[in-house]
């Protein structure tokens, strides 16, 4: 069965800095390209961050580029999100997802940036 279980949300000021976490089980892995996503209240769900199996490669969108990054350890099936330089625009419920053949995702983890 597969699990995504997402953790590090919390509430925190402009300018702050949080690290989520996301601990997989069920599948392989390290033979996974992971992703963080992101809904903001009454808006879309939108790709955020995604690494490729080996962690070698990483890609973000515009709006993160140069304030988050994503990283993975293979060995401790987690995946991370140090989002530095936080604004109010990054409030949203982050969720990870594994595309594994089908897709998988967290329950989310809820980010709220104010002050």
């Known amino acids: 069965q597969v699990q995504l279980v997402e953790s590090g949300g919390g509430l925190v000021q402009p300018g702050g800095s949080l690290r989520l976490s996301c601990v997989a089980s069920?599948?392989?892995?390290?033979?996974?390209?992971m992703s963080w996503y992101r809904q903001a209240p009454g808006k879309e769900r939108e790709l955020v961050a995604s690494?490729?199996?080996?962690?070698?490669?990483?890609n973000y969108a515009d709006s993160v580029k140069g304030r988050f990054t994503i990283s993975r350890d293979n060995g401790k099936n987690l995946v991370y999100l140090q989002m530095n330089s936080l604004a109010p625009e990054d409030t949203a419920v982050y969720y990870c997802?594994?595309?594994?053949?089908?897709?998988?995702w967290g329950q989310g983890t809820r980010v709220t940036v104010s002050s």
């Open positions: 690494i490729s199996k080996s962690g070698g490669n990483t």
């Open positions: 069920g599948f392989t892995f390290s033979s996974t390209v």
């Open positions: 997802k594994a595309l594994t053949g089908k897709v998988y």
